[in-house]
């Protein structure tokens, strides 16, 4: 199994900049990616970011240009950069692990963003 930990959430004024960083322990496959979700209240989980162990990376229109997503294999982490942050980015912000094959997935306990306008 996979377990996921994050961190970096917290209260920032619009315009500001936060990092998350999700690190993965257990049976990390190379047939895998990672990224973030999010969840505002009163809406459902959208994507955010995600990236594969080859670097490929795809994002959310509403976040293209502010947020980057980056990996570090050695340590099993990833990181999710959020530039020019707007209070329509406060979110509880899930790191997610998914396993192509046999599928398997995995989400972290969420943290906290919250940007104040």
């Known amino acids: 199994q996979v377990q996921l930990v994050e961190s970096g959430g917290g209260l920032v004024q619009a315009g500001g900049s936060l990092r998350l960083s999700c690190a993965a322990s257990?049976?990390?496959?190379?047939?895998?990616?990672m990224g973030w979700y999010r969840q505002a209240p009163g809406k459902q989980r959208e994507l955010v970011a995600t990236?594969?162990?080859?670097?490929?990376?795809n994002y959310a229109d509403s976040v293209k240009g502010r947020f980057t997503i980056s990996r570090d294999n050695a340590k099993n982490t990833i990181y999710l950069q959020m530039n020019s942050l707007k209070p329509e980015d406060t979110a509880v912000y899930y790191c997610?692990?998914?396993?192509?094959?046999?599928?398997?997935?995995?989400w972290g306990q969420g943290t906290q963003v919250t940007v104040s306008s």
């Open positions: 257990g049976s990390i496959s190379s047939r895998s990616r």
């Open positions: 997610y692990y998914q396993r192509t094959f046999p599928p398997f997935n995995s």
């Open positions: 990236i594969t162990n080859s670097d490929t990376t």
